[in-house]
């Protein structure tokens, strides 16, 4: 009974994490501010769980300047505050425990990083910022236990595909040349856009050779890619 009670809890959560990403997608091409803050009310949704927020944190985070949720700040920061914060919220609670040696390569890292943006030309502090972000992220994710690793693979290729399936949409309803001059002006780099499109396709590649096993999940991944 508890298993059936587990998967039934596990599925609803993979559903609502990828309605994450889709919320995402309509945030950014829409521009609309009141989806940007359902998207972030349905991210504190798994406060308790923050496991669910890293499909839609990775997507978030292939560019900052089109996952933008205002000037100078990307949607993948404000998600990633969060997630870092029921981390901590799991730390105070004890449900959750960091490896003092992750802990302490992580000061290690931040420290060479901190000189190295003292030291730069432009001195910007922007690159490092992220950076600590990133890999406070990654500590606080570091110490979760039970994930079910192969199921938060599986949402991440779909919401990949899904997302193949967004950026075609909006590429198909405007002009490649007005299109991408409206990337520039925005901050987006057309190379970077690119590259982004490319990251989406590698991650849908991945569940077709590695994360999905089933022959009907491959050729739908197959059929997605093509078309």
């Not at 991945?206 to 994360?211: D, I, P, R």
Request: aromatic share 12%; hydrophobic share 60%; charged share 10%.
């Amino acid at each position: 009974m508890k298993n059936n009670i587990l998967n039934t809890s596990e599925t609803i959560s993979a559903i609502l994490s990828i309605v994450l990403v889709v919320l995402l997608f309509v945030a950014v091409q829409t521009n609309q501010l009141f989806v940007l803050l359902i998207l972030l009310l349905a991210c504190l949704y798994f406060i308790n769980k923050p496991v669910w927020l890293i499909p839609v944190y990775i997507i978030s985070s292939l560019s900052t300047t089109y996952f933008i949720a205002s000037d100078g700040l990307g949607i993948s920061r404000l998600i990633g505050f969060i997630i870092i914060f029921a981390g901590l919220i799991k730390l105070v609670k004890g449900k959750t425990q960091i490896n003092s040696n992750h802990f302490l390569f992580l000061i290690v890292i931040l420290v060479y990083c901190l000189f190295s943006s003292l030291l730069s030309i432009t001195g910007s502090f922007k690159a490092f910022i992220s950076l600590m972000q990133n890999l406070f992220v990654l500590l606080i994710i570091s110490s979760f236990t039970r994930v079910n690793i192969k199921l938060l693979s599986k949402i991440l290729v779909i919401s990949s595909l899904l997302g193949i399936f967004a950026l075609r949409i909006e590429l198909n309803e405007v002009l490649a040349d007005s299109y991408l001059s409206r990337l520039t002006s925005e901050g987006q780099n057309e190379n970077r856009f690119a590259m982004m499109l490319a990251q989406l396709v590698s991650i849908v590649i991945f569940g077709f050779l590695v994360a999905f096993k089933s022959k009907t999940w491959r050729f739908i991944l197959l059929i997605g890619l093509i078309l």
